[in-house]
């Protein structure tokens, strides 16, 4: 019985830490997405974004993302610190990581930046099998439960690790293209003690493109956003891809969420429909969504995202003349 308990345990947290933690409001907080909008704004920026995945179901999923980053125009850099914070209620599995994020600014055309970024992390990973009882640690005869095992699958209550990644950012004033690299060090996560479970690269593609309506109206204050993302983890693929209206300060869009590898966890090829929608005041910027679930899975409640930013005033930072254009987004 402690074996199967163990391999289940084993299957169950080797299926949790597949795959990083996917925002649906990626692209109205693309600090989540890019290292390389460290700094972007030319000023100092900070948010944070809260999301819960399938309440209706007894495997609700809680994350959390938070950041704030400056400029510093001498150097054309931005700098910055996030943090992420992830927690399954039935697993019980938690998930830490702070990084430390560096970019710089390249100006490679007339209107094309290029803006490369590291980011340095140290993370945590709790299993939460404290309470997961061995049979060495059941003494019969004197009815004492020992605190300690000998068993060769003892699972370690939490593990720390250091963490590298990197992104690359191309933007001119009305589009962006970028990739992130994430876990470039493949840092070991095993459960086990001794064991050897390296993370899987994180990579995601992705891209932006604004039509401004100025081009057919004359009204400059609406535009349509074009965006996709594509990601990859091990054996793990996901597109998403969406379209979103900007009217002065408020916004409404929809993405979808595919599965193209259709692998053996979800057969379903559009596997959730999320519309959000958006408002800007005074260097606030406030965003919902909702996903609706379309796989397989059942009703799970579906998936809800909240996120808040706030834009510092630039006036305090000197440009020496000229300005880098940054990239565009509600």
């Known amino acids: 019985m402690r074996q199967v308990i163990i391999f289940m345990f084993l299957v169950l947290a080797k299926s949790i830490v597949a795959q990083d933690p996917v925002f649906t409001q990626a692209f109205t907080m693309p600090e989540t997405l890019n290292t390389g909008f460290t700094g972007a704004i030319e000023g100092t920026k900070a948010g944070m974004i809260h999301r819960t995945q399938w309440p209706g179901i007894d495997f609700s999923i809680n994350t959390q993302f938070a950041f704030v980053d400056t400029w510093f125009d001498a150097f054309n850099s931005g700098i910055g610190i996030s943090i992420l914070n992830h927690k ?7 998930f830490t990581q702070l990084n430390l994020n560096y970019a710089i600014a390249f100006q490679i055309s007339d209107s094309w930046y290029f803006r490369p970024s590291i980011s340095v992390g140290v993370g945590s990973k709790d299993y939460g099998f404290q309470n ?13 439960i020992n605190t300690s095992s000998m068993d060769a699958a003892l699972l370690n209550e939490q593990n720390f690790f250091a963490d590298f990644s ?17 876990h470039l060090n493949k840092p070991n996560i095993s459960m086990t003690h001794r064991g050897e479970t390296p993370l899987g690269i994180f990579l995601s593609v992705h891209g932006l493109i604004e039509i401004p309506m100025s081009y057919f109206f004359r009204d400059n ?31 409404i869009g929809v993405s979808i969420a595919t599965n193209p590898a259709k ?11 999320n519309p959000f929608i ?5 260097g606030w910027k406030f965003n919902y969504s909702y996903g609706f679930n379309t796989s397989e899975i059942g009703q799970t409640g579906g998936v809800y995202e909240l996120s808040i930013a706030y834009e510092f005033s630039t006036n305090g930072f000197a440009n020496n003349g000229r300005r880098l254009k940054c990239p565009v987004f509600f």
């Open 132 to 144: 997961l009882l061995l049979e060495d640690q059941i003494n019969i005869n004197s009815g004492i």
């Open 166 to 182: 990197a992104s690359l950012l191309l933007n001119n004033e009305h589009s962006w293209i970028g990739a992130t690299f994430r």
């Open 263 to 273: 692998n053996q966890y979800n057969d379903s090829f559009i596997t959730s429909v």
């Open 221 to 251: 204050q609406n535009s349509i956003y074009l965006f996709s993302n594509f990601m990859k983890q091990d054996d793990f693929v996901r597109f998403d891809f969406g379209s979103q209206y900007v009217y002065d300060k408020f916004s």
């Open 88 to 94: 399954e209620t039935k697993s019980r599995y938690t």
């Open 278 to 282: 958006g408002f800007k005041w005074e």
